[in-house]
């Protein structure tokens, strides 16, 4: 099998209620720039990143993809994955120019499509390829239910229908507003509200300072939360070591970092307790399985960021040890061929061989309009 061609595309799907909010973005649009690798036999493999829908820089991804490595990959064998990863990681005029940023992410969706076309033409489910078991329990947690831009009554009315409605024992809430009391009233109206047997994970998006942190953050063990992620910038190595050292709440992080090495600064400084890799922000899920591993030999446990909506994300955490928690937002779930299905707060593992990225009938028709 050869690989033929390479169609770019660009997908902007709508979010819950016309918008949401975190403390450090807002948006209407959730952003799958992409691409579609036909080959010779017929089978077409797809990978998308993920984004906030801008279609100026959703268009550099494209164009990246189809122009910087287009030539790179025509007439090549789709079914040797790492090693055309790595050709295309270290080729000289791309490597040279952005080894993160629009590069990394164009990358990283033609990773996810090559992934997506072996597991096609093994007429596997990714997860199976990879080794993994339907098995295996990954618990989902849901976090469209706590946009900051949320009344309270809202967000708490929200929180109490996924859990008592949708199944799900775990709920994420967005904080970092501009009052840090208003921050913790939330997460204790949700506490009282939900009992004290539902998992809450709350999100600052790299709002606080190091001071605010502290206080903050360091508050949030009255609540039981399982961590607090991205509680500073999205960099500070040695910001989150300190305050990782400071409180008692774990620290989740990752969304923000897209190389395997700055995982590896993170994990080796004890800055990190959940390791949150996302396959299209890495390079993919060649990159992603290596920042998985990383952190399963330090015994730290995986909760990927989805800004996949979880389509490849529940593959790789039925695949991988590391991986039992996986976040879960349904923006996607109407534009996927097979979207992700959860039942009593699980995933229920994929059926269709692929790795869950090929769109339905009617995104390819949006796809074209763009």
């Not at 799907?13 to 973005?25: C, E, K």
């Not at 790492?82 to 990358?107: F, N």
């Not at 998006?205 to 609540?223: C, E, K």
């Amino acid at each position: 099998m050869k690989i033929t061609r390479l169609e770019p595309f660009i997908l902007h799907a709508p979010v819950t209620r016309g918008g949401i909010a975190d403390s450090t973005h807002s948006l209407t649009h959730w952003g799958a720039p992409g691409v579609a690798i036909h080959t010779d036999a017929g089978l077409t493999g797809y990978g998308f990143s993920g984004t906030h829908a801008h279609l100026a820089t959703d268009r550099l991804i494209a164009d990246c993809i189809l122009n910087s490595y287009g030539p790179l990959l025509l007439g090549e064998d789709p079914g040797e994955v790492r090693a055309l990863w790595e050709k295309l990681h270290k080729h000289s005029p791309i490597y040279w120019v952005g080894r993160s940023g629009i590069t990394h992410l164009a990358l990283g969706a033609i990773d996810i499509a090559l992934w997506d076309l072996k597991a096609k033409e093994a007429g596997l489910p990714l997860w199976k390829l990879l080794g993994g078991s339907a098995a295996k329990r990954v618990e989902a947690y849901n976090t469209d239910g706590g946009w900051l831009n949320w009344p309270l009554e809202t967000m708490v009315s929200d929180c109490k229908r996924l859990i008592e409605e949708e199944g799900y024992r775990a709920v994420k809430l967005k904080v970092g507003g501009p009052s840090p009391n208003e921050d913790l009233k939330r997460v204790e109206a949700v506490r009282r509200a939900l009992g004290p047997s539902i998992r809450i994970m709350t999100d600052a998006n790299g709002r606080w300072s190091l001071p605010q942190a502290i206080q903050t953050a360091g508050r949030l063990v009255d609540f039981d939360v399982t961590w607090i992620e991205e509680p500073i910038y999205f960099d500070d190595v040695e910001g989150h070591r300190r305050l990782a050292e400071t409180i008692r709440t774990p620290i989740a992080l990752g969304e923000q970092l897209y190389t395997a090495s700055h995982f590896r600064d993170f994990i080796h400084a004890g800055a990190v307790h959940y390791v949150q890799p996302d396959a299209v922000r890495l390079a993919g899920i060649t990159e992603f399985w290596q920042v998985a591993e990383m952190a399963y030999g330090s015994s730290l446990p995986v909760a990927p960021h989805v800004g996949d909506m979880a389509q490849v994300h529940q593959h790789l955490c039925f695949a991988h040890p590391a991986c039992s928690l996986l976040e879960y937002i349904p923006w996607l779930r109407d534009w996927m061929e097979h979207p992700a299905h959860i039942e009593d707060g699980y995933y229920v593992a994929p059926e269709a061989p692929g790795a869950g990225t090929t769109p339905t009938r009617r995104a390819l028709e949006e796809i074209n309009r763009i």
